[in-house]
């Protein structure tokens, strides 16, 4: 039986938080993006890298910067940095190196959210001893992002139907993240956990990342735990976005809405299979406790979504090759699913294994693990589809994640 989550005003606004940030117009239609500007699929991994190698150089210090002088303060400015770079992508996005500025702003953001938000609320569970219900209340607000996700897939589509073009998307994003950044303001004060009262000096930094890294290296299933994590999660941000392509080239074979241009029935099929999606997704983050207590365990559910997430990228890319356009779809289905079952998981498990103090610390380190991931594989699954089309790159990304299990199996 789920337990019963409390649901007070700053529930609402963790839910608010997530569904405002997943409000993300342009995630349907990213890789559409740039092949409309004209970059092949290898740069766009390399664009990819480019941006996970800036989170790897910020994450830690903007994590060790959120536990010592605030997450709030933290957040405002990933916030800022967020809408520097949608700005940047609408106006001047025109090229690969124009694009990698835009990569760089947004990976601001991400080094000054990532880690800092799920830290607020495993402050607040610890302040409200409700620790036990970490699975269980992340997933529900997790939840209220996937919806956020859905509304925002069909709101894209309307979009890029109208304006015929993929741009219209960034500019549209600035408005719900203006939102949330308001949100965000009125959060407590007592959510910034045990900040310092003078500015840390570089040897408070060079110690608190010592210990943190000395912590996460003695608790071996908190080493496992983080390379497992950043193993899936990595594979998941490498090949979301390759769905794109595969719905674009079934929209164009589809013998309907034949009156329409072909970036219209994309955005159609794009915006109903994303909602569908996301909908889906939104009940997987939900019901994640209960995949944990069915499984037995965060260990053992965290070891089985690895599997499986290998499983249906070799699915993926079969499908991709014999043109059966509905099973890559079901195939990439199942890998947003356990993205979303897995999640909360991993963030429960961690906050049983680590020190809450260092909490923004040690899930900024998952994920610079998961940013080193994405810049090695990005490229080599960009170059594979070049090479081999979409289908080969996601059954080659399979057998390297297969391969690479016994090391972040964990036990």
């Known amino acids: 039986m789920a337990p019963k989550i409390p649901k007070d005003l700053q529930f609402y606004k963790f839910c608010g938080y997530g569904f405002f940030k997943n409000l993300r117009f342009f995630d349907p239609f990213i890789m559409l993006f740039f092949r409309e500007v004209g970059l092949s699929f290898l740069q766009i991994g390399l664009l990819f890298s480019i941006r996970e190698v800036s989170i790897n150089l910020l994450e830690i210090p903007t994590g060790i910067a959120a536990d010592l002088v605030g997450r709030r303060r933290a957040m405002i400015i990933s916030f800022s940095s967020y809408l520097l770079s949608f ?66 897939s069909l709101i894209a589509a309307l ?68 390379l497992n994590s950043s193993l899936i999660s990595s594979s998941f941000k490498v090949s979301k976005d390759y769905l794109q392509p595969v719905l674009k080239s ?23 299979v994303y909602f569908l999606i996301y909908l889906m997704t939104s009940q997987a983050s939900r019901n994640a406790g209960r995949v944990q207590r069915l499984v037995g365990n965060s260990a053992a559910a965290l070891n089985t979504n690895y599997l499986l997430n290998t499983f249906i990228y070799l699915l993926a890319g079969l499908g991709f090759f014999l043109k059966i356009y509905p099973l890559v779809i079901l195939a990439f289905l199942g890998i947003f699913l356990i993205q979303n079952f897995q999640k909360p998981i991993m963030v429960g498990y961690v906050g049983e294994v680590t020190d809450s103090k260092r909490m923004a610390t040690v899930l900024s380190v998952e994920n610079q693990s998961r940013a080193i991931a994405i810049a090695l594989f990005a490229p080599i699954i960009g170059f594979l589809a070049d090479r081999f089309t979409v289908g080969g790159g996601l059954i080659g990304y399979g057998l390297i994640l297969l391969l690479l299990f016994p090391l972040a199996k964990i036990r």
């Open 87 to 152: 700005s940047f992508f609408y106006f001047l996005g025109t090229n690969f190196w124009l694009c990698a500025v835009g990569m760089v702003l947004y990976a601001v953001g991400e080094t000054f959210r990532s880690g800092t938000h799920k830290a607020m609320i495993l402050e607040y569970l610890k302040i409200k001893n409700l620790e036990h219900l970490r699975v269980d209340y992340y997933g529900r607000t997790r939840s209220c992002s996937q919806l956020g996700s859905a509304l925002s």
């Open 250 to 272: 079934w929209a164009v074979a589809l013998p309907v809405l034949l009156s329409l241009s072909g970036n219209q029935r994309t955005a159609i099929l794009v915006g109903a």
């Open 159 to 226: 979009l890029v139907f109208h304006s015929g073009s993929y741009r219209i998307v960034f500019l549209a994003s600035l408005v719900p993240y203006v939102l949330d950044l308001l949100l965000l303001l009125s959060y407590p004060r007592y959510l910034d956990g045990e900040i310092r009262h003078r500015s840390p000096t570089l040897r408070d930094f060079w110690n608190f990342t010592r210990e943190s890294f000395q912590e996460i290296w003695r608790n071996r299933r908190l080493f496992k735990t983080l």
